[in-house]
């Protein structure tokens, strides 16, 4: 029997790759260049990479597990158009009215300008009919209406399209038969309703949420098939193919193309799950992360070992209120570019030279300075990559930043270290913007930092945030990967059900919690979990009267009663506390409301081992090299990662090195090795 697993990570810059052989309990990992022109390519050069380090064939690979960015970047790129939206009679500009709120403030609004709509208001069709928040209906549905919108985009060639009536999350029946219609009217046509992908109220995120899963959904759709045509090839019985979902989950191939909105953030998803499974195995189970990629930063927060998640992310400037773990995405990767604004001032990111050209040192045509060049001139980091794969123009570097250097008045050296500082500070306000908010002191916690630049800049961080720690796992660059390994299948359905809590009904509210569970349940079984493998989560959202957003708490197993839905009452007057430093439980005027009842479908996946290493026998450096902290160029001690064992001592200043990632430990600090390779880095003496 095939008992290889492989996660598979395809990043901008490179694609990470992770094996475990579920019979021995081997794990190997490796990375390839990515292909941005087909990645289908570089994920296929990933699979036969890494089963060339196994010596095995692809006869071998029970299940493969995949991190994509296909559906997000097509939105971050703006790559969404010949979109048709039908909605209601009357709500015609629903996106255009969209939510009373600007960015940075309403002192900005003198000069801020509304983005382009999702949907331009001239491929906006609307429908007679109208249905009340209760689901009854008001109006009949207007079959033609819904035929002369159908023939509207058939005959201008509008292929995708949303649907969301007025009130469809209590009644999906119009947004069915409008669905019949497209199908039997434009039957080339890719249609998404919202009753299927959000069915949630609050029209206009549920509106974008329903248009974003029809815009991405052929090109997830083509991604997908061609993906699992390349792996039918490995074997005459190819193995199971996976995709990470937002939520922390994963979900089959033929399930995704199914609801592709899922999908929108499973790269920097994966990277939270797997730092919070080796951060619980290292005795941290609260923690940061952050991983850094050639182009961005994700940094998430990790709390009781589960990633915290939300229903008010985005998708570059779209609404998205799906279940993600909740990734706050900084434009300070290795390749973030470092230039000059007009006024003379130097600026890093958030545009990035990505991996073709890339930065400077590649070599490969890079005309800014960048991140990486940065590390490159102060020698943090070697030379050259993945173990001198690729190697690094070190002149074109240094070139390139004393030109700027010379523009800012500064040696090359400073400038470099400018550069550095500036993305230091991104990621430390990133990592503020996932703590503050929900009532955390980042200095609580312990960072995990990981990803091929992760962690270059965690002895700054530590600084800058005043970090209990940092904590760089072993094969940094490749535990986003690794983390599509540890996760299970998770799907979510969720119901608007508004009711105060004094008139609650826990009847109705159970026989919700049915329904929803057994929608759950139908999609564990199509994904081949047997009725004793399926697990079922219930969360609510409560406010009090009168707000305008919700908490959400968990809901205990068992029946729906009264003292069940007082001890859900109780936990949301504690978290809201938590989250806001004040509650009303004790004021009987404020009145406590439920909104919405979820159920989260888990089908357990087996988890590999976090695996130990042998006792160090001391650290010592595999050679020197001269590098610049800040205080001037001194020959500083290179260790060789693979040759640390547990209870070794790296003290800076000194750098650490391996296959993906390089850690630099600044002076004043320290580097131990835990039970399980970790590096856990402190400082000697506080500031």
Same mark, same amino acid.
């Given at each position: 029997?095939?008992?290889?697993?492989?996660?598979?990570?395809?990043?901008?810059?490179?694609?990470?790759?992770?094996?475990?052989?579920?019979?021995?309990?081997?794990?190997?990992?490796?990375k390839?260049?990515?292909?941005?022109?087909?990645?289908?390519?570089?994920?296929?050069?990933?699979?036969?990479?890494?089963?060339?380090?196994?010596?095995?064939?692809?006869?071998?690979?029970?299940a493969?597990?995949?991190?994509?960015?296909?559906?997000?970047?097509?939105?971050?790129?703006?790559?969404?158009d010949?979109?048709?939206?039908?909605?209601?009679?009357?709500?015609?500009?629903?996106?255009?009215?969209?939510?009373?709120?600007?960015?940075?403030?309403?002192?900005?609004s003198y000069?801020?300008?509304?983005?382009?709509?999702?949907?331009?208001?001239?491929?906006?069709?609307?429908v007679?009919?109208?249905?009340?928040?209760d689901?009854?209906e008001?109006?009949?549905?207007s079959?033609?209406?819904?035929?002369?919108?159908?023939?509207?985009?058939?005959?201008?060639g509008?292929?995708?399209?949303?649907?969301?009536?007025?009130?469809?999350?209590?009644?999906?029946?119009?947004?069915?038969?409008?669905?019949?219609?497209?199908?039997?009217?434009?039957?080339?046509?890719?249609?998404?309703?919202?009753?299927?992908?959000?069915?949630?109220?609050?029209?206009?995120?549920?509106?974008?949420?329903?248009?974003?899963?029809?815009?991405?959904k052929?090109?997830?759709?083509?991604?997908?098939?061609?993906?699992?045509?390349?792996?039918?090839?490995?074997?005459?019985?190819?193995?199971?193919?996976?995709?990470?979902?937002s939520?922390?989950?994963?979900l089959?191939?033929?399930?995704?193309?199914?609801?592709?909105?899922?999908?929108?953030?499973?790269?920097?998803?994966?990277?939270?799950?797997?730092?919070?499974?080796?951060?619980?195995?290292?005795?941290?189970?609260?923690?940061?992360?952050?991983d850094?990629?050639?182009?961005?930063?994700?940094?998430?927060?990790?709390?009781?070992?589960?990633?915290?998640?939300?229903?008010?992310?985005?998708?570059?400037a779209?609404?998205s209120?799906?279940?993600?773990?909740?990734?706050v995405?900084?434009?300070?990767g290795?390749?973030?570019?470092?230039?000059?604004?007009?006024?003379?001032?130097?600026?890093?990111?958030?545009?990035?030279?990505?991996?073709?050209?890339?930065?400077?040192?590649y070599?490969?045509?890079?005309?800014e300075?960048?991140?990486?060049?940065?590390?490159?001139?102060?020698?943090?980091?070697?030379?050259?990559?993945?173990?001198?794969?690729?190697?690094?123009?070190?002149?074109a570097?240094?070139?390139?930043?004393?030109a700027?250097?010379?523009?800012l008045?500064?040696?090359?050296?400073?400038?470099?270290?400018?550069?550095?500082e500036?993305?230091a500070?991104?990621?430390?306000?990133?990592?503020?913007?996932?703590?503050?908010?929900?009532?955390?002191?980042?200095?609580?916690?312990?960072?995990?930092?990981?990803?091929?630049?992760?962690?270059?800049?965690a002895c700054?961080?530590?600084?800058?945030?005043g970090?209990?720690?940092v904590?760089?796992?072993?094969?940094?660059?490749?535990?986003?990967?690794?983390?599509?390994?540890?996760?299970?299948?998770?799907?979510?359905?969720?119901?608007t059900?508004?009711?105060?809590?004094?008139?609650?009904?826990?009847d109705?509210?159970?026989?919700?919690? &049915?329904?929803?569970?057994?929608? #759950?349940? *139908? +999609?564990?079984?199509r994904?081949? =979990?047997? @009725?004793?493998? /399926? $697990?079922?989560?219930?969360t609510?959202?409560?406010r009090?009267?009168?707000?305008?957003y919700?908490?959400?708490?968990?809901?205990? &197993?068992g029946?729906?009663?009264? #003292?069940? *839905? +007082?001890?859900?009452?109780?936990? =949301?007057? @504690?978290?809201? /506390? $938590?989250?806001?430093?004040?509650?009303?439980?004790?004021?009987?005027?404020?009145?406590?409301e439920?909104?919405?009842?979820?159920?989260?479908?888990?089908?357990?996946? #087996?988890?590999?081992a976090?695996?130990?290493?042998?006792?160090?026998?001391?650290?010592?450096?595999?050679?020197?090299?001269?590098?610049?902290?800040?205080d001037?160029?001194?020959?500083?001690?290179?260790?060789?990662?693979?040759?640390?064992?547990?209870?070794?001592?790296?003290?800076?200043?000194?750098?650490?090195?391996?296959?993906?990632?390089?850690?630099?430990v600044?002076?004043?600090?320290?580097?131990?090795?835990?039970?399980?390779?970790?590096?856990?880095?402190?400082?000697?003496?506080?500031?």
């Open positions: 029997m095939p008992m290889i697993r492989v996660g598979i990570d395809t990043g901008g810059t490179f694609t990470d790759v992770v094996a475990v052989d579920e019979e021995t309990g081997r794990q190997v990992s490796t390839t260049p990515s292909t941005p022109g087909d990645p289908a390519e570089g994920f296929m050069a990933g699979i036969h990479k890494i089963l060339a380090r196994l010596g095995a064939t692809g006869a071998d690979v029970a493969v597990v995949h991190g994509t960015t296909v559906a997000t970047n097509r939105l971050l790129e703006g790559k969404v010949h979109l048709g939206f039908v909605t209601t009679e009357g709500y015609a500009h629903l996106l255009e009215i969209a939510r009373q709120s600007v960015p940075d403030g309403y002192g900005n000069f801020w300008v509304k983005p382009p709509r999702i949907v331009p208001a001239d491929l906006v069709r609307t007679g009919g109208r249905l009340a928040h689901g009854s008001l109006r009949p549905f079959e033609a209406d819904a035929v002369a919108a159908a023939r509207f985009f058939r005959d201008r509008i292929g995708t399209i949303g649907v969301c009536f007025l009130h469809s999350y209590a009644n999906p029946e119009h947004e069915l038969r409008m669905r019949d219609v497209l199908a039997r009217e434009h039957p080339d046509a890719v249609v998404s309703i919202s009753a299927e992908v959000l069915r949630e109220y609050r029209e206009y995120e549920r509106s974008v949420t329903t248009l974003v899963d029809a815009a991405v052929p090109s997830i759709a083509r991604y997908v098939g061609t993906i699992a045509a390349r792996l039918g090839e490995l074997a005459e019985q190819p193995p199971a193919f996976y995709v990470m979902k939520n922390g989950g994963v089959s191939a033929d399930e995704v193309v199914r609801q592709p909105i899922s999908t929108v953030l499973s790269g920097p998803a994966a990277g939270a799950l797997g730092a919070a499974v080796v951060a619980r195995a290292a005795g941290l189970d609260s923690v940061l992360t952050l850094g990629g050639g182009t961005s930063t994700d940094v998430a927060v990790v709390v009781d070992g589960h990633p915290a998640l939300t229903t008010e992310g985005t998708v570059g779209y609404p209120k799906i279940p993600m773990i909740d990734v995405t900084v434009g300070a290795g390749g973030s570019v470092a230039w000059l604004s007009p006024e003379g001032t130097l600026k890093v990111g958030p545009r990035s030279a990505g991996a073709d050209p890339g930065p400077l040192c070599g490969a045509g890079g005309s300075p960048t991140v990486t060049d940065a590390h490159v001139l102060l020698g943090r980091i070697p030379p050259h990559l993945l173990g001198g794969e690729i190697p690094l123009d070190v002149s570097a240094q070139d390139g930043i004393a700027m250097a010379a523009r008045g500064l040696t090359p050296e400073r400038c470099a270290e400018g550069i550095l500036i993305s500070w991104n990621q430390a306000n990133a990592l503020r913007q996932v703590t503050v908010t929900r009532g955390l002191d980042v200095r609580d916690f312990h960072l995990v930092s990981f990803g091929g630049s992760g962690s270059l800049l700054r961080l530590a600084d800058v945030l970090l209990a720690g904590l760089v796992p072993p094969n940094p660059g490749n535990l986003s990967a690794y983390g599509l390994l540890t996760v299970d299948v998770r799907n979510d359905y969720v119901r059900a508004v009711a105060r809590h004094a008139a609650l009904d826990p109705t509210v159970g026989k919700t919690f &049915d329904d929803l569970r057994a929608e #759950a349940s *139908a +999609a564990l079984e994904e081949g =979990f047997a @009725a004793e493998e /399926r $697990r079922f989560v219930r609510a959202d409560l009090y009267f009168g707000q305008a919700e908490v959400r708490v968990d809901v205990p &197993d029946p729906v009663t009264a #003292a069940l *839905a +007082a001890a859900v009452a109780d936990e =949301f007057h @504690a978290a809201h /506390r $938590r989250l806001y430093g004040y509650d009303f439980a004790h004021d009987q005027r404020q009145e406590v439920w909104v919405n009842l979820r159920v989260t479908g888990v089908g357990p996946i #087996a988890r590999p976090v695996p130990l290493v042998a006792a160090g026998s001391g650290a010592v450096p595999r050679t020197t090299r001269r590098v610049d902290f800040g001037g160029w001194a020959d500083t001690p290179i260790y060789d990662r693979a040759a640390l064992g547990a209870g070794d001592t790296v003290a800076g200043p000194a750098v650490v090195e391996e296959f993906g990632s390089t850690v630099p600044h002076p004043g600090f320290r580097a131990v090795v835990d039970d399980h390779g970790n590096l856990l880095i402190t400082r000697e003496v506080a500031p």
